[in-house]
């Protein structure tokens, strides 16, 4: 299938007439008279419009009527005559979400081989339903398959390529997102993957075609897919709207259908003709919170930063609020709170997102507020009292300092001399909320007047004091 319609192939107005995929496909063996024609085209007066999946299960019921399930004819109609399931469960609303779309590489598959799917969303998860447009008891569809993304999600493709020149927009250059293998017993007809965001249960169709090469049946039904993309103005351009020249020269196939379209009105009469357009949009999406806000844990002066996201049709607008009461300018997806203080601990924030058609609430996000532990002390200061004593008759009273209050469990302060004439304990401890701490300098008696250097360390940090006159 060619992946550009140029403008040349004038396509079939959207009034005229519809051709049917293939519904009805008859397997019988051919007829006698090898002189009738082999091939009958079956086409259906239907209104597309943007609801192209509704067009096509009305005309699945038109020829329901053709078939029997008493004893079924051919493949087709075994095929229609199993059980389907309720239009709620599949039914995807004109072209669906603008916030997961996709289209297929190819608008056809034979039997047995495999067709990928390129889709663009933020979503972080998402399904991929296969489903098949039939008869099915009046239902309209049959489930046949779940797959699931191949791509890393989220899946945010580049944007498409463009032509000035021709108006084409091309988005072959989107990355393949997932693929699905055909059974080779699966029969043909117009299926569609429904693709569904698991956070907000957004959904869009991709519509395409499984074909039987190997069939010989006295009736074809042919889609007009021609005309579907003529008519797809996703990217602006379409084959009767946008640029260069009020429309484009060519569409490609590579791109999802868009989720508005412009309808050109003619009025004529005599030689006169005069035109205007009409723009059909799908309706609108209230909003729906995909990504709540995190509660967040700080210390006294740092800020704290809550963010969400939320899909809906634009624009979105935000409101956060501080236990309850609207935060001024505080009208982003993201919020930063000032520099918080202790009265800041176990205050809740929440965002309203607001659109034309609604507004969503997110659930609330909890501020937690530490102080910061106090810093490790050091030694401040080491003090000597008296500073100069006669050796073995008299002692000195060290006294040392911290730089804040002791840790729980208190401080133990190494101690240590560089004379055996004065002897200090191996350590002091400073009691947990203290600063200083005491402890005992004995001295021997020495023959010749000398010195004594007295260290005390913690925390990395020494402090000294001499004690002198050891005589």
Same mark, same amino acid.
């Given at each position: 299938m060619k992946a550009?319609?140029?403008?040349?192939?004038?396509?079939?107005?959207?009034?005229?007439?519809?051709?049917?995929?293939?519904?009805?496909?008859?397997?019988?063996?051919?007829?006698?008279?090898?002189?009738?024609?082999?091939?009958?085209?079956?086409?259906?007066?239907l209104a597309a419009g943007r609801f192209l999946l509704l067009a096509l299960v009305l005309a699945a019921f038109a020829f329901c009527a053709f078939g029997t399930c008493t004893a079924p004819r051919n493949a087709i109609e075994a095929e229609n005559?199993?059980?389907?399931?309720?239009?709620?469960?599949?039914?995807?609303?004109?072209?669906?979400?603008?916030n997961i779309q996709g289209f297929t590489t190819d608008i056809s598959v034979n039997a047995g081989q495999t067709i990928s799917f390129k889709v663009s969303t933020t979503a972080i998860a998402y399904g991929i339903q296969i489903y098949r447009l039939g008869c099915y008891q009046g239902l309209g569809a049959r489930f046949i398959t779940a797959i699931s993304p191949s791509a890393t999600l989220p899946q945010i493709q580049p944007s498409c390529l463009t032509d000035s020149?021709?108006?084409?927009?091309?988005?072959?250059?989107?990355?393949?997102?997932?693929?699905?293998?055909?059974?080779?017993? +699966? =029969? #043909?007809?117009? &299926?569609?993957?429904?693709?569904?965001?698991?956070?907000?249960?957004?959904?869009?169709? !991709?519509?395409?075609?499984?074909?039987?090469?190997?069939?010989?049946?006295?009736?074809?039904?042919q889609t007009s897919d021609l005309n579907w993309?003529?008519?797809?103005?996703?990217?602006?351009?379409?084959?009767?709207?946008?640029n260069p020249v009020g429309r484009a020269y060519q569409v490609s196939y590579n791109r999802p259908v868009a989720s508005s379209?412009?309808?050109?009105?003619?009025?004529?009469?005599?030689?006169?003709?005069?035109?205007?357009?009409?723009?059909?949009?799908?309706?609108?999406?209230?909003?729906?919170?995909?990504?709540?806000?995190a509660s967040q844990s700080v210390k006294t002066g740092q800020t704290a930063t809550f963010s969400v996201t939320a899909s809906g049709t634009a624009p979105l607008s935000y409101q956060w609020q501080k236990n309850g009461v609207a935060?001024?300018? +505080? =009208? #982003?997806?993201? &919020?930063?709170?000032?520099?918080?203080?202790?009265?800041?601990?176990?205050?809740?924030? !929440?965002?309203?997102?607001?659109?034309?058609?609604?507004?969503?609430?997110s659930k609330p996000a909890t501020l937690t507020v530490?102080?910061?532990?106090?810093?490790?002390?050091?030694?401040?200061?080491l003090t000597l009292n008296p500073t100069s004593v006669v050796g073995g008759t008299q002692s000195s009273s060290g006294t040392v300092t911290l730089s804040a209050p002791a840790p729980a469990g208190g401080a133990q302060v190494l101690l240590s001399s560089n004379n055996g004439a004065a002897r200090v304990p191996a350590s002091v401890t400073?009691?947990?909320?203290?600063?200083?701490?005491?402890?005992?300098?004995?001295?021997?008696?020495?023959?010749?007047?000398?010195?004594?250097?007295?260290?005390a360390t913690y925390n990395n940090t020494t402090r000294t004091a001499t004690l002198s006159r050891l005589l």
């Open positions: 550009v319609h140029r403008a040349e192939e004038e396509p079939v107005p959207y009034s005229a007439l519809l051709e049917v995929a293939p519904l009805l496909e008859d397997e019988s063996e051919p007829s006698e008279n090898e002189n009738q024609p082999k091939k009958t085209l079956l086409r259906a007066m005559c199993r059980a389907g399931i309720p239009s709620s469960q599949w039914y995807v609303s004109g072209t669906g979400s603008t020149s021709t108006g084409l927009v091309d988005c072959g250059n989107w990355a393949v997102s997932a693929s699905w293998t055909v059974p080779s017993t +699966a =029969t #043909s007809g117009i &299926y569609f993957a429904k693709l569904v965001r698991t956070d907000t249960g957004e959904a869009s169709p !991709i519509l395409f075609i499984v074909r039987n090469d190997s069939s010989h049946s006295d009736i074809l039904a993309h003529a008519y797809n103005d996703y990217g602006g351009n379409s084959l009767y709207s946008g379209t412009s309808v050109t009105i003619t009025a004529s009469y005599g030689s006169l003709n005069r035109t205007a357009t009409l723009t059909v949009n799908p309706p609108p999406v209230a909003p729906s919170i995909t990504t709540q806000p935060i001024g300018g +505080a =009208t #982003s997806a993201s &919020y930063t709170t000032p520099a918080t203080t202790a009265a800041d601990n176990g205050v809740q924030f !929440i965002v309203v997102v607001t659109n034309s058609v609604g507004s969503a609430t530490t102080d910061p532990p106090p810093p490790i002390p050091t030694v401040a200061s400073v009691p947990a909320g203290a600063i200083s701490a005491t402890f005992t300098v004995n001295t021997s008696v020495v023959l010749v007047a000398t010195s004594a250097t007295i260290s």
